[in-house]
């Protein structure tokens, strides 16, 4: 957002005082048009034949409070920037709204003046990236639209010729349904004749002629022999195997040459045609290129930066990543296939000392310098050189690499590092770079238990929801919530649930949600790490005592979230929403060596 764009507010307040004095600094700023509601029911009229970017509500309305507010516009699919205002310092209030889908928590009091500073830069942020998501929405519609209504068969093949992928065009044309589709492979429909030449030449590709351009004879279901000119694109792991194909076929019976008479081309396979080459997008991802949408997503939450030294074909693939780079809060460095540095942010450089101009161009693991005082191979070297570097604990999961935590010294000062990697890969499925982001943390001289008290296990994650008592708030906690950032965590004493200390739901400042750059590059962020009992009581939002705990309800995430509800004796209870079923099933262990009498599967 610039200073002059428009941005339209809805204040919703029952108090004139406070309305008159944010509404007087709000309509300051350039740019802002500011409305006003004292109830949450006349906000909802508005909402019924306008649209604001923001909308700011205390939590003490009469009649429907703030969250009730939230909970209804987010049923109703409106996708405003939502800020809670509360006077009152409780934090169930603060879940309640993260949880019910707010972008912001602001409490009452102190210096106004700075708090609307705050406020309003949040404001501009969000309202740009809402407005960037709504159009890649709009894009990733038109996208979809585009190959689901396209005349041409589309479709995604593994190497055995299992369909992963098929268009609405594609299940008419084989006969079969949509479902029966992703049970067949395409290899099946090729008349045998053909079928070992095709087989043949899909051999012979390679990163470096992925594409291969075919004419050959489909037999549908029903007995019928169609020729199609197909194309195939190869789409490579690391190590230069195959992981899918990507496959068109098209019907040339009725093409016309200009300048000639129409011909039918002769029923062969034709010889691989290697296509010129075509710009390279970088696509985050080992395995297989998502479709257009998956970088513009990043590109709309990156500001612009600078590509850095990059010079060379590669210049335009670096740029986005380091623009991808240079956004992100937490310490992030990339390099390029041959181990130069491309991106070093300035987390990483308040982090280390080391600013960006004075490392990126340079190679022969210079990154590892401040951490380990030399040149020495870090968690990204797994990704750009495996056979160079063995050992080391690492750990692929999805398309992350996953490092073990390491002991290191950093400006003198001991810390524990654990770093997550990821590749990048062009269009053509070639490895450009490798990212990897660093997490950093105090080395603790105590063990994980405390006193009498023996650590189990547990797990943090962004996807982790957590809500109070009651039907309507756990639904909306299921549903219409985009935020989480909870652990689990079980002693042999205690079971407790936190608040991660990253997302400070108690912080006057307020909590910022919606970037989600992290998760595009290293998929769901989960944290297994051991934690110190201290620190669990130090963050904890719930926490129960064994003998308390009457049962343990739990629900295996299927089309919702899976979850667990937990019973005390005063009748209590609360519920964690787990999205991810690898992540249920590790909590679930936890869970089994806490108290197995009381767990109730569903």
Same mark, same amino acid.
């Given at each position: 957002?610039?200073?002059?764009?428009?941005?339209?507010?809805?204040?919703?307040?029952?108090?004139?005082?406070?309305?008159?004095?944010?509404?007087?600094?709000?309509?300051?700023?350039?740019?802002?048009?500011?409305?006003?509601?004292?109830?949450?029911?006349?906000?909802?009229?508005?909402?019924?034949?306008?649209?604001?970017?923001?909308?700011?509500?205390?939590?003490?309305?009469?009649?429907?409070?703030?969250?009730?507010?939230?909970?209804?516009?987010?049923?109703?699919?409106?996708?405003?920037?939502?800020?809670?205002?509360?006077?009152?310092?409780?934090?169930?209030?603060?879940?309640?709204?993260l949880n019910s889908g707010a972008d912001y928590y602001l409490q009452k009091g102190g210096d106004a003046g700075k708090d609307i500073g705050k406020l309003v830069d949040?404001?501009?942020t969000s309202v740009g990236k809402k407005q960037g998501e709504r159009a890649l929405a709009e894009w990733e519609r038109f996208y979809a639209s585009c190959v689901e209504s396209h005349t041409d068969v589309i479709c995604r093949i593994l190497p055995d010729g299992k369909f992963t992928f098929v268009n609405d065009f594609s299940v008419g044309f084989f006969k079969k349904s949509y479902d029966e589709m992703l049970q067949s492979d395409l290899f099946s429909f090729i008349p045998a004749a053909e079928r070992t030449e095709v087989l043949s030449r899909l051999q012979k590709l390679s990163p470096a002629s992925p594409d291969a351009l075919m004419e050959h004879h489909i037999t549908t279901a029903d007995g019928q022999s169609r020729l199609l000119q197909w194309k195939y694109h190869g789409i490579f792991t690391s190590s230069g195997a195959v992981s899918e194909y990507q496959v068109s076929g098209r019907d040339t019976g009725g093409?016309?040459?200009?300048?000639?008479?129409?011909?039918?081309?002769?029923?062969?396979?034709?010889?691989?045609?290697?296509?010129?080459?075509?710009?390279?997008?970088?696509?985050?991802?080992?395995?297989?290129?998502?479709?257009?949408?998956?970088?513009?997503?990043?590109?709309?939450?990156?500001?612009?930066?600078?590509?850095?030294?990059?010079?060379?074909?590669? +210049?335009?693939?670096?740029?986005?990543?380091?623009?991808?780079?240079?956004?992100?809060?937490?310490?992030?460095?990339?390099?390029?296939?041959?181990?130069?540095?491309?991106?070093?942010?300035?987390?990483?450089?308040?982090?280390?000392?080391?600013?960006?101009?004075?490392?990126?161009?340079k190679g022969g693991r210079e990154y590892a310098v401040p951490f380990y005082g030399k040149p020495a191979p870090m968690l990204i070297d797994h990704i750009i050189s495996p056979a160079e570097v063995s050992g080391g604990g690492t750990k692929k999961v999805g398309d992350t690499f996953i490092g073990e935590m390491e002991h290191v010294t950093i400006r003198g000062k001991p810390m524990l590092l654990w770093g997550k990697g990821t590749a990048v890969y062009d269009a053509k499925g070639a490895l450009i770079a490798a990212i990897e982001v660093l997490t950093l943390g105090e080395p603790q001289a105590a063990a994980a238990s405390g006193p009498g008290e023996t650590y189990i296990g547990g797990l943090s994650s962004l996807t982790l929801k957590v809500s109070g008592e009651g039907m309507k708030g756990a639904l909306a906690g299921a549903l219409g919530s985009s935020t989480g950032g909870y652990g689990i965590y079980a002693t042999?004493?205690?079971?407790?649930?936190?608040?991660?200390?990253?997302?400070?739901?108690?912080?006057?400042?307020?909590?910022?949600?919606?970037?989600?750059?992290?998760?595009?590059?290293?998929?769901?962020? $989960?944290?297994?790490?051991?934690?110190?009992?201290?620190?669990?009581?130090?963050?904890?939002?719930?926490?129960?005592?064994?003998?308390?705990?009457?049962?343990?309800?739990?629900?295996?995430?299927?089309?919702?979230?899976?979850?667990?509800?937990?019973? $005390?004796?005063?009748?209590? +209870?609360?519920?964690?929403?787990?999205?991810?079923?690898?992540?249920?099933?590790?909590?679930e262990k936890i869970l089994q060596a806490f108290y197995p009498e009381v767990i109730r599967a569903e």
């Open positions: 957002m610039t200073q002059t764009d428009s941005v339209s507010v809805l204040w919703v307040d029952d108090e004139p005082a406070v309305l008159e004095v944010f509404l007087k600094l709000l309509s300051r700023e350039p740019g802002f048009v500011v409305e006003s509601s004292p109830t949450a029911e006349d906000a909802l009229e508005l909402l019924d034949t306008r649209f604001f970017d923001v909308i700011i509500s205390d939590y003490a309305l009469p009649g429907l409070d703030g969250v009730g507010l939230l909970k209804e516009v987010r049923s109703r699919g409106i996708p405003s920037v939502f800020i809670i205002v509360t006077g009152k310092r409780l934090a169930h209030i603060a879940i309640d709204a949040f404001i501009r093409l016309i040459k200009v300048g000639q008479e129409p011909t039918r081309p002769s029923v062969k396979i034709t010889e691989v045609v290697k296509e010129a080459p075509v710009p390279a997008r970088p696509v985050v991802s080992p395995v297989s290129p998502p479709p257009p949408a998956a970088i513009p997503r990043a590109a709309a939450q990156a500001p612009a930066a600078a590509a850095g030294p990059a010079t060379g074909p590669e +210049s335009n693939d670096w740029k986005m990543i380091v623009e991808t780079v240079n956004s992100l809060d937490n310490p992030v460095f990339a390099v390029s296939r041959t181990g130069v540095v491309i991106a070093w942010n300035s987390a990483l450089e308040e982090l280390t000392g080391v600013q960006a101009g004075s490392i990126v161009g042999d004493r205690r079971l407790f649930v936190i608040r991660c200390p990253d997302l400070d739901i108690d912080n006057p400042q307020g909590v910022q949600f919606g970037t989600f750059i992290m998760d595009e590059l290293f998929g769901t962020t $989960v944290d297994t790490r051991p934690r110190l009992v201290q620190d669990l009581e130090k963050n904890q939002v719930f926490v129960a005592r064994k003998e308390d705990i009457t049962r343990i309800d739990t629900k295996r995430p299927v089309l919702l979230s899976g979850y667990l509800t937990v019973t $005390v004796k005063n009748g209590g +209870s609360f519920r964690v929403y787990i999205d991810h079923k690898k992540a249920f099933s590790h909590v």
